[in-house]
Nanobody, 116 residues
């Protein structure tokens, strides 16, 4: 089993930026396709960004051009840089491993609230 720990969330004004970080209890971050997901109240969880072991990234249309996913193998972390945030980005953000679907249990996530 792998445990994921997400951090970096909080309250930010519309148009602002925030950087999330995800750590894992094993070295899976450097060996698996990693994804950032989010779940807003009343909505299904959706994947917003992913990165393969080779560094290929993919983004949901709703965040393309605003979010950037990256990994730091030395630190065993995968980060999500979020720019030009809007209230529609308000959600709990999670990370997980898996090419198409999440493989492991979810961590606690980190709350991102975009509000003035």
């Amino acid at each position: 089993q792998v445990l994921f720990v997400e951090s970096g969330g909080g309250l930010v004004q519309p148009g602002g930026s925030m950087r999330l970080s995800c750590g894992a209890s094993t070295d899976i971050i450097s060996t698996a396709t990693m994804g950032w997901y989010r779940q807003a109240p009343g909505n299904q969880r959706e994947r917003v960004a992913s990165i393969t072991p080779g560094g290929t990234t993919n983004y949901a249309n709703s965040v393309k051009g605003r979010f950037t996913i990256s990994r730091d193998n030395a630190k065993n972390t995968v980060d999500l840089q979020m720019n030009n945030l809007s209230p529609e980005d308000t959600a709990v953000y999670y990370c997980n491993a898996g090419i198409y679907i999440p493989t492991y249990d979810w961590g606690q996530g980190t709350q991102v609230t975009v509000s003035s």
